[in-house]
């Protein structure tokens, strides 16, 4: 019998479009979300993204201004352009992005209607469906009007109105793309056009995107053209660079244009090059800040849809985005040049000087300690406690001990306890270091829960003490002293409920029981600010400046603060604006001054302002660390000195800094010596955690090398850091010789390896080829397509993909990061998965035993399990199952039922947010306190019987073989399952569904009470389960 010819091979410029395609397919997921939130009905992404997922507000917010750019973009070209010429916007891979339907739907209730033409252009696969998408939906059929036409696939033109034009072309494919403008599409070469390219030209090879460029150019003689996509704004070796870089790397989608354009003036001259008259770049990070593309009560009002405050990694995020404007018409740009960055180069301040300082870096092996947005907690002369903030996974309530001495490995005084509910952006201030007082304020849960509870450290105990007027984060504190002994808290700013920002002061004395009292300023008072940098000069004053303002904006201000007590007694705050003075004194070096969510911290040498983010720009290196003359500053307030010597003085990272750059976002500070500031903490969470812990040292002026603090006698309780030094407990292994035996072993509930069982010839016969042969190599199957080797169901980092079987086994055999879990091909929603019906002629080779009979008699599921060089996110089933290993080798990992509080999964959900394998492999995983792992490596034969609500994990061993399982659930209750379908097995039991449901009817009943008496008896009610969970 002659051979079946062979498929013909995907060749790479098609896979490599396929990939191309997939980003726009998590690209229009994520605006769709956008969408959702802050755009008003007709929405039209709808239409394209059939199962829309709310994404995190970071990703929200970014896609939102991106979104705001391009439109604004092309409104503002349709409204400029000459009235008398035709006007077309030609979006260069467009993707699925319904732009024109929103703005032609706008344009059906204004003036502007008929105004302009718009054609998609992308590949012509992606035309096709996007042409079939848009023919089946009536609301977008409406928009473009009865004269609508949709055209054959071949045809180069998909669809045709007199608004909206379809072209399916590769932009590589130049010589068709002009031939089809030219000779159908565009009247004459007397036209107005705009180009957008929205992340798409990147994704081309350089030669081939600046072929775009340059004939883009000669397509008309009133020509626009408008880029937006990724640059270094401070250098491909910038924590956020590079961790985007290797985001997309990962995927197999590489930028491109980015590693040679690293600039924006290098951009800009790329199409200047190109032909491009005029040309003007600006980062995104800048149009936000730009009042004229973006109006103030536009962006202050987008806090309504949605909580924010994820702004140190917005900024990071946008910084790295430009928007680039070129036109060839003549005569020169009438806009302001783009704002550099480091890539500019300022003039040398006359006011500022050198400042010799080491950056040594104490970066643990291990992922001990690894917080942002902490409190750092006294403790003695030689440690302090890193307390709350944001961990790998969650807010905590932990604190981490640091110390200088390996001596040193308990803090001297009580840490804050793990009553106190997990916060973040909080602060502790030193009220006594003798005696180790300190006060904890305020802080946050999410940004639409912030605290007003204070907590008290006196006589080496904690306590609650009174509380904020009103709830607070990302304020400011300091301790100051109005007369000899007085411990004084002085609290400034922050955020407040519904998003207010605050400008009050408040004062406290520690020791006259009188709680939380406001403070009357004098005229002129400061813009209301949170974030602010904030710091003492002398006992009673000290500086305030940056922090973000009413409008979304980082303030360009600098004050003094001083408190002082009026003639009757009564405390106040007396406030010196010195905006003009440093702005006369550095004029260059105070843009770099005004920041959000940097340290300042007091030294011998001046006051060290380190980190943050700054206005319109990212914070470049040698700015990162800026050092402030104390002495100078005083000296001006005090004798109304003039200020001839420099104020400021840039530190930079350091001279000769060793190691990788640090991202100074989210860390805290501290000084532990008047030569030394310790910094710790912080970093960002993007695509991929940056984070890093840091110490900033005077040299010694006698010596060349420099001493440092040490990095930590950890004693944290966090479960998201730590590697596990391998104690985990090995699932034992048994062979089984009755059915009575095996009904044992489920009726214990423990996990047991069941070893040579005869499961059938598949261990044999189940290569790719009799799989590929036994399915049907054009079998539609429905897999998980990974971003990355760990699946996480929390984030979603993984599309649903459908494939031909062939393909899909050839992608995972090539090392393709995929994962089939077979779902029934006829009702995936309503039947669950049956390997004897799905896959018949699989189905005979494989087999369990009549000791198993106890599975086979109630059996719920059978799915086939196909696994490439991805993990399995950890998580629980609430049917007992056997996971039969066919093919490969699979390691799984596995906690008992008792450890699920400690695994971070949240309310009403089966699956944890924690990476167990840290990315690092079956060698490593994560050390979680309170947990007992046990572990599991499957062989093909071998059989694991999994019990109800053990959460696991799973992942390939040798990351080059191709797993293969069959997984068999059975109910091994008589009765409490879910009511109706439970299509997976993972339904949880219908005792908790319906708890959960009275639980949030006990919530509701103390609505009307004050949250603090709320808090108190349903934490008494939580002690009562618990007791009887315990009995």
Not at 401 to 430: G, K, N, W
Not at 477 to 502: F, H, P, R
Not at 628 to 635: A, F, K, N, P
Request: proline share 7%; glycine share 6%.
């Amino acid at each position: 019998m002659p051979a079946e010819p062979a498929m013909a091979p995907v060749s790479k410029a098609e896979k490599e479009a396929d990939v191309v395609m997939g980003t726009n397919t998590s690209s229009i997921a994520s605006k769709r979300s956008v969408e959702m939130i802050y755009y008003p009905k007709p929405h039209f992404f709808r239409y394209f993204v059939k199962k829309p997922q709310r994404r995190s507000p970071i990703n929200n917010r970014g896609y939102w201004l991106r979104m705001h750019a391009m439109t604004k973009t092309v409104r503002e070209f349709i409204d400029s352009a000459p009235a008398d010429k035709p006007k077309f916007v030609l979006n260069l891979g467009c993707g699925y992005d319904p732009l024109p339907f929103m703005l032609l739907s706008d344009e059906m209730q204004s003036t502007r209607r008929g105004q302009a033409v718009f054609v998609d252009i992308d590949y012509e696969k992606l035309m096709v469906n996007k042409k079939n998408a848009i023919h089946q939906t009536k609301e977008i059929t409406d928009v473009l009007g009865e004269d609508v036409e949709f055209l054959p696939d071949q045809d180069a033109i998909q669809i045709r109105s007199p608004q909206y034009i379809a072209v399916g072309c590769d932009l590589k494919n130049l010589a068709k793309l002009d031939d089809v403008l030219r000779t159908r599409i565009l009247p004459s070469a007397d036209c107005s056009v705009l180009f957008l390219a929205e992340v798409s030209l990147t994704y081309m090879d350089v030669e081939s995107a600046n072929a775009v460029i340059n004939w883009a150019s000669t397509l008309t003689s009133d020509a626009q053209f408008c880029l937006l996509e990724q640059f270094f704004p401070d250098g491909p070796d910038h924590p956020f660079a590079a961790t985007m870089m290797a985001y997309y790397n990962k995927l197999g989608a590489p930028l491109y244009s980015i590693n040679k354009y690293h600039s924006l003036a290098q951009q800009e001259q790329r199409f200047k090059t190109a032909g491009w008259t005029q040309t003007q770049a600006r980062n995104l990070w800048e149009i936000w800040s730009d009042s004229e593309f973006l109006p103030d009560a536009t962006r202050k009002g987008l806090d309504t849809f949605e909580a924010f405050d994820e702004w140190e990694e917005f900024a990071l995020w946008v910084s790295h985005y430009f928007l680039l404007m070129a036109s060839n018409r003549p005569g020169p740009s009438q806009k302001p040049p783009a704002v550099q960055g480091s890539e500019g180069t300022d003039r040398q301040d006359t006011a500022s000087s050198p400042c010799q300082l080491v950056l040594q870096p104490h970066c643990p092996t291990d992922r001990r300690g690894r917080r942002r947005f902490g409190a750092l907690v006294p403790d003695s002369d030689g440690s302090f406690g890193h307390h709350g903030g944001l961990g790998q996974q969650a807010r905590l309530t932990s604190t981490d001990l640091y110390a200088h001495s390996d001596q040193i490995t308990e803090p001297r005084v009580i840490f804050p306890s793990r009553d106190i509910p997990a916060r973040m952006c909080h602060t502790v201030t030193t009220l006594n270091r003798e005696r180790g007082d300190c006060i904890l304020v305020g802080g946050r849960a999410s940004p639409t829960a912030p605290f007003r509870d204070c907590w008290l450290r006196r006589n080496n105990e904690w306590c609650q003490t009174h509380p904020l007027p009103e709830p607070r984060f990302r304020h400011s504190a300091a301790s100051v002293s109005l007369e000899e002994g007085s411990d004084w808290t002085l609290i400034y700013g922050g955020k407040s409920e519904s998003n207010q920002i605050l400008d009050s002061w408040l004062l406290r004395n520690s020791s006259d029981g009188q709680g939380w009292q406001a403070l009357d300023s004098r005229r002129p008072q400061p813009e209301a600010r949170f974030g602010a940098c904030f710091a003492t000069m002398e006992r009673n004053s000290g500086v305030l400046f940056g922090g973000i303002g009413n409008n979304g904006t980082i303030l360009q201000d600098f004050w003094i603060w001083s408190v002082s007590r009026r003639p009757n007694g009564s405390p106040q705050v007396e406030l010196t604006d010195l905006t003009s003075t440093l702005r006369n004194n550095s004029p260059q070096l105070l843009k770099y001054l005004s920041r959000f969510g940097a340290t300042v911290n007091s030294t011998s040498l001046g006051l060290v302002v380190a980190g943050g983010i700054i206005p319109r720009q990212i914070l470049p290196a040698d700015k990162e660390i800026l050092m402030l003359d104390s002495e100078v500053l005083l000296g001006h307030i005090k004798d109304a000195k003039p200020c001839r010597s420099a104020l400021m003085a840039t530190v930079g990272l350091g001279h000769a800094l060793s190691g990788p750059r640090p991202l100074l976002t989210g860390h805290a500070a501290c000084t532990v010596n008047p030569d030394q500031v310790l910094l710790l903490g912080g970093g960002a969470r993007l695509e991929s955690a940056v984070e890093n812990q840091w110490s900033l040292v005077a040299p010694p002026k006698e010596a060349p090398t420099t001493s440092s603090v040490r990095l930590p006698v950890s004693k944290s309780r966090d479960p998201a850091c730590g590697e596990s030094p391998g104690e985990r407990s090995q699932i034992p292994r048994t062979r089984i010789e009755s059915a009575a035996q095996f009904q044992q072993i489920v009726a214990k509930g423990k996990p047991v390896v069941i070893e040579g069982s005869d499961i059938g010839p598949c261990t044999e016969l189940w290569t790719k080829e009799y799989l590929i042969d036994a399915v049907g190599e054009d079998r539609k199957v429905v897999v998980h397509a990974a971003q990355s080797e760990t699946m996480n169901f929390q984030k979603k980092n993984f599309s649903y993909a459908t494939k031909d079987f062939r393909t899909f086994l050839e992608e995972v055999h090539a090392g393709g990061r995929q994962y089939l879990r077979s779902i029934s091909a006829e009702q995936p929603s309503k039947l669950p998965a049956n390997l004897a019906t799905e896959f018949p002629r699989l189905n005979q080779d494989f087999r369990l035993s009549e000791h198993l009979s106890l599975v086979t008699e109630n059996a719920h599921s059978s799915p086939l399990r196909i696994s490439g060089p991805v993990t399995m996110w950890l998580h629980y089933d609430v049917m007992a199952n056997v996971l039969c290993q066919v093919r490969g080798e699979r390691q799984l990992i596995l906690f008992p039922p008792d450890d699920v509080q400690a695994l971070h999964l949240p309310a009403g959900a089966s699956s944890s947010t924690i990476d167990i394998f840290h990315n690092a492999g079956a060698d490593s995983i994560a050390s979680i306190p309170g947990t007992s792992p046990h572990e599991a490596i499957l062989k093909p034969g071998d059989i694991l019987f999994l019990p109800p609500l053990w959460l696991h994990t799973a992942c390939s061993p040798c990351k080059e073989q191709v797993s293969v399982a069959v997984n068999v659930f059975f109910r091994n209750l008589s009765n409490g399952y879910a009511a109706g379908r439970d299509v997976y097995g993972n339904r949880d039991l219908q005792a908790y569904e319906k708890s959960r449901q009275d639980l949030q009817k006990v919530a509701r009943s103390f609505d009307g009470v004050p949250p603090d008496m709320a808090r108190f008896y349903l934490q008494r009610l939580a002690q009562e389960l618990q007791e009887i969970a315990d009995q």
